[in-house]
């Protein structure tokens, strides 16, 4: 079961790094094509400016000898601007268009909507009131009915053969251009005028569980107004023989019991898709066919590992003996012996001195006269060797050997 989790996984991080890299392709595709649709723009632009210059130019010098725009193909064109120059395809960042609905909200809660009066503060159709139609969202701006109209030409294989060569059709116009227009009272008269917003604010957002859309009041700041939505018209649905009614779909065709499930269980392996990658729930025939082969890979693991040479086999009883017999224990004999190597050493200790050799033998008075300054040097390998003293007059000698890891003390030089 663990190395299906792995495997979908591994699965989903390949999904997202393939979507990653797709997303990021067709984002570079975008912002190269809105590029080159900008600057064909401002070439377009820079070039019937230019004309419409020239025109003018040539119409004060030759008067009615000037020459003629209007003629074959572009009959009727005269003063439309072209079809590219109608509608911007730029995609703007979000800090842009927050710049344009700055007055408005913010573009992520915009406090306009469609049907929404509003007055236009640039353009040639400045100071005029109309309602909104359409909102684009994409890139701040907004299209007021029949207002900011112009004229754009229509290429001859675009139109038929009685349709005009222009069309004059609405422009959009940024948001930051216009002004929310509504009826107010006045305090003082109490007449109902319109009245010019310049700034809106929105109130407490509120979020809907089930529709998962948000709404919230619009209100005019310093004044605590709060300026009511349009009314948005319904959206007209249209019924079609093929459509399913209201009573077949309210009727209970199904009783659950508790003997059948909700629905039967082919059903819901379609529902999951048995043959994802992603699937993580799987039925027990396939996961006990999984289980199965996990296991006849360990069982020949375990196989391989059987087959040992006789070393092997002797070395892996002598271990599995060691183990039997755990740790060794200390026995009495074994303490007693190592209190007579601790004694002993202690008393070695306490009876050695500050001289060159560890090791002497004799008794305690013989080591400190041999110690001593004024002893004198010892006698020769040839000279008579001192008598040994009685057992009754001297100490008992001290003789120990020395450690097996460290050499005999070594003799006296002879004089």
């Not at 009495?332 to 209190?339: D, R, V």
Request: charged share 30%; with cysteine.
């Amino acid at each position: 079961m663990q190395k299906i989790l792995r495997r979908v996984a591994t699965a989903e991080r390949v999904v997202a790094k393939r979507r990653a890299v797709k997303d990021r392709r067709i984002f570079k595709k975008e912002k190269k094509e809105d590029f080159d649709l900008t600057r064909r723009q401002l070439s377009v632009a820079r070039d019937e400016f230019q004309t419409a210059k020239q025109a003018v130019r040539d119409d004060w010098a030759m008067g009615p000898l000037s020459p003629r725009l209007d003629f074959g193909t572009r009959d009727g064109m005269k003063g439309a601007i072209h079809e590219v120059r109608f509608q911007s395809n730029t995609r703007m960042t979000l800090v842009q268009r927050n710049r344009r609905c700055q007055w408005a909200g913010g573009a992520y809660n915009l406090n306009l909507a469609v049907g929404d009066r509003v007055v236009l503060i640039d353009g040639p159709d400045k100071g005029r009131i109309g309602p909104i139609s359409e909102i684009d969202y994409d890139r701040a701006e907004v299209t007021v009915r029949d207002l900011n109209k112009s004229n754009v030409r229509v290429q001859p294989e675009l139109r038929g053969p009685n349709d005009p060569a222009a069309l004059n059709m609405e422009m959009s116009i940024p948001i930051s251009s216009v002004r929310l227009v509504h009826p107010m009272q006045d305090p003082q008269t109490g007449a109902v005028r319109d009245v010019i917003i310049n700034r809106l604010t929105h109130g407490p957002i509120i979020h809907d569980r089930q529709s998962g859309e948000k709404r919230w009041d619009r209100i005019v700041p310093g004044m605590n107004v709060s300026i009511p939505w349009p009314p948005q018209p319904e959206d007209e649905v249209k019924d079609y023989t093929g459509d399913t009614l209201r009573i077949d779909v309210e009727e209970r065709t199904f009783t659950p019991t508790l003997l059948t499930p909700p629905m039967p269980e082919s059903v819901i392996d379609e529902l999951r898709g048995p043959y994802s990658r992603f699937r993580t729930r799987h039925s027990p025939e396939y996961i006990a066919r999984l289980e199965a082969e996990e296991q006849a890979k360990r069982d020949r693991v375990k196989l391989m590992d059987s087959m040992r040479t006789p070393l092997q086999e002797f070395h892996r009883a002598e271990r599995a003996n060691k183990k039997k017999k755990g740790k060794p224990r200390l026995t009495l004999e074994m303490l007693e012996k190592i209190g007579e190597v601790i004694a002993r050493n202690r008393e070695r200790t306490l009876n050695a001195d500050t001289s060159t050799s560890p090791y002497v033998l004799g008794t305690r008075d013989e080591v400190i006269a041999a110690t001593s300054p004024e002893t004198p040097a010892p006698p020769s390998s040839t000279s008579e060797a001192p008598p040994a003293p009685s057992t009754a007059d001297a100490a008992p000698v001290n003789i120990e050997s020395p450690p097996p890891n460290q050499e005999p003390p070594p003799s006296p030089p002879s004089s």
